[in-house]
């Protein structure tokens, strides 16, 4: 999810880079925020609109289970290498020429992917989805602060953010209404004519905001161990479950980015422009925000990967009815950002963040103890406490990195943050699908069994068990008993609820992880820093 906040007062905000001049629409402050608003959302809407349309894409084009957590594994990656990287060549080329740049990309990749016509292609255009996403976003907020005068810019951000969250909320239930009524390649051709919207209006209407003194010259090398390195490490843990956690391969991936992340750490020592400065993470509130936003999103990313399914293929839900069970969640998030910075106004981001990571734990392991037969009732609960635990972190957490960094670094520290977020939702979605296939694998015979069904041996029991990690009971043979079928969707279903319920099990003990890391952070010592995403 993605949005902006800012310090309270007006002596926090930066002056504007660059501001408009003279009359004429070019650079006019609040048709700038409609533009920015309309490319962002193409990656707000995005964030939740493919999860509605990963079932019937994983169906559709005979995806296995690890190939469609790439799907979104593989763009929040992208996005989380890249960030950091991004808010460099906007300063560097012009955050507007970066924002319409990450608009046609974004509106493209979107096109690539709704044409593939197998998942290897819809992964690899989702990865570039997600490098043209990282441009968007710090583009839009450099023009936003460019836009607006000091005592302007807080209203900007606020309206901006409820945009973006607006955007966020609505995905599912937009997802489910194009999936169930049109194809789930509309779910990307619909970026289209929003990115050539965005487009027009940034040639008309966007003035060019830059950083003065920006650096002449990019940490190649930083970047090339970074994107590697992080590759290896997501790479390998998916795979592990196919090919076994002491596999050779396995280690040589999991190995290998462990190495590439120390040389990493030790180049960012001795590069003139370094990717990520190392001299941020001598501030211990700082360090502990930027856990705790990994943490966050491993557990809140990781766990809610497996909703979609549980809703759809358990409960039989059409996609727009999975949309509309998961509104409380979303709109409990944009209920839960105001009321959350007006609690860390008054007193601080630690009391919040905590409180706000135990309300989520709670969720967690609410939601481990959902079944086939759990109610609308009982989910919406879950997904309510997860909503209104989640915003006091998103919001707190920023605070913590950025405004415990140095002025000067504020800005590295503003893409930090947003890169711990997207590698933290990697990583769990990782993880926890890992833990939930072998899970699914050790119950499924047993209850198959139990149901009274005959042993399936051979390819035929590998492609069973692949489907009951997606909540996907086999096709009876022409003929089967009606009593047979209910038996074979039971023990599919029982098996998948009980990799799930170890799956948010987990995201519970990460969570409440997170709770305790909470009560290291503290307000932010520096004097004023710029706006950065949540």
């Given at each position: ?10 002596a926090d905000a930066?002056?504007?880079?660059n501001p ?9 402050p ?8 309309v490319?962002?959302m193409?990656?707000?809407l995005?964030?939740?609109?493919v ?11 005979h ?22 990287t ?10 507007k ?15 690539a ?28 907020l450099g ?16 309206i ?6 607006a955007?966020?909320a609505?995905?599912?239930?937009v ?16 970026n ?15 003035r ?30 998916i ?15 999991l ?5 590439l992340?120390v040389?990493?750490?030790?180049w ?10 190392l001299s941020?993470?001598?501030?211990v ?15 809140f990313f ?23 069970h ?5 709109g ?24 706000g ?6 969720a ?7 079944d086939?037969?759990?109610s609308?009732?009982v ?18 957490a920023?605070?913590v990195?950025?405004g415990n ?15 711990a ?29 139990k149901?009274g069904?005959?042993?399936v ?24 008993p ?5 038996a074979?969707?039971g023990?599919?279903?029982?098996s ?5 319920s ?7 003990v ?5 709770a ?8 932010g ?6 706006s950065?995403?949540i």
């Open positions: 999810m993605s949005q902006s906040v800012v310090k309270n007062s007006e930066p002056p504007p880079l408009p001049s003279g009359g004429g629409l070019k650079g006019h609040w048709l700038t925020l409609l533009t920015v608003a490319g962002v193409m990656v707000a995005d964030g939740t609109i999860a509605i349309a990963n079932p019937v894409i994983q169906e559709k084009l995806a296995a289970p690890s190939e469609i957590q790439w799907v979104t594994s593989g763009y929040l990656l992208a996005l989380a290498v890249f960030l950091i991004a808010g460099k060549i906007g300063d560097r080329f012009g955050h020429t970066t924002f319409l740049v990450g608009a046609v990309g974004f509106a493209a990749t979107s096109a992917i709704g044409f593939a016509g197998n998942i290897q292609t819809v992964i690899a255009f989702r990865v570039l989805q997600g490098l043209f996403g990282a441009l968007l976003q710090p583009a839009a023009l936003l602060r460019g836009a607006f005068p000091a005592e302007k810019l807080n209203m900007a951000i606020g901006w953010g409820g945009v973006i969250g955007s966020t609505a995905g599912p239930i997802g489910g209404l194009l999936v169930e009524h049109v194809n789930w390649e509309s779910v990307f051709f619909i289209i004519p929003v990115g050539l919207i965005a487009l027009g209006l940034g040639l008309w209407i966007l060019d905001v830059r950083a003065e003194n920006a650096a002449r010259s990019f940490d190649l090398p930083g970047i090339a161990l970074l994107s590697v390195g992080m590759f290896a490490l997501v790479f390998g843990i795979k592990a479950p196919e090919w076994g956690w002491g596999d050779a391969k396995t280690l040589l991936f190995g290998g980015a462990v190495v992340m040389l990493f750490a030790l960012q020592g001795r590069a003139k422009e370094p990717l990520i400065p941020l993470f001598r501030s509130p700082l360090s502990a925000g930027v856990l705790l936003m990994v943490l966050m999103a491993f557990a990781g766990a809610i990967f497996f909703v979609t399914f549980y809703l759809q293929n358990v409960h039989g839900m059409k996609p727009v009815d999975a949309g509309v998961l509104l409380p969640m979303t409990m998030m944009i209920i839960g950002s105001p009321l959350a910075g007006l609690a860390i106004g008054r007193f601080g981001p630690r009391v919040p963040i905590v409180v990571m135990l309300i989520t734990t709670a967690m392991f609410g939601m481990s103890t959902l086939t037969g759990s609308t009732g989910m919406s609960l879950w997904f309510v406490l997860m909503g209104l635990g989640i915003s006091p972190v998103m919001v707190g920023t605070e990195i950025v960094a140095p002025l000067e670094l504020s800005g590295v520290a503003g893409g930090l943050q947003q890169a977020m997207q590698v933290g939702g990697s990583l769990g979605t990782a993880v926890l699908g890992a833990l939930m296939a072998a899970k699914v694998g050790d119950v499924l015979p047993g209850n198959w069994a149901a069904l005959p042993p041996e051979g390819p035929s029991a590998e492609g069973l068990k692949q489907a009951a990690q997606l909540g996907i009971a086999p096709p009876a043979p022409p003929g089967t009606q009593q047979a079928v209910d074979m969707a023990a599919v279903h029982q998948f609820v009980s990799g799930m170890l799956a948010f099990a987990v995201a519970a990460v969570a409440f992880a997170a305790v890391l909470g009560l290291l952070t503290r307000r010592t520096t004097d004023a820093g710029p950065v995403h």
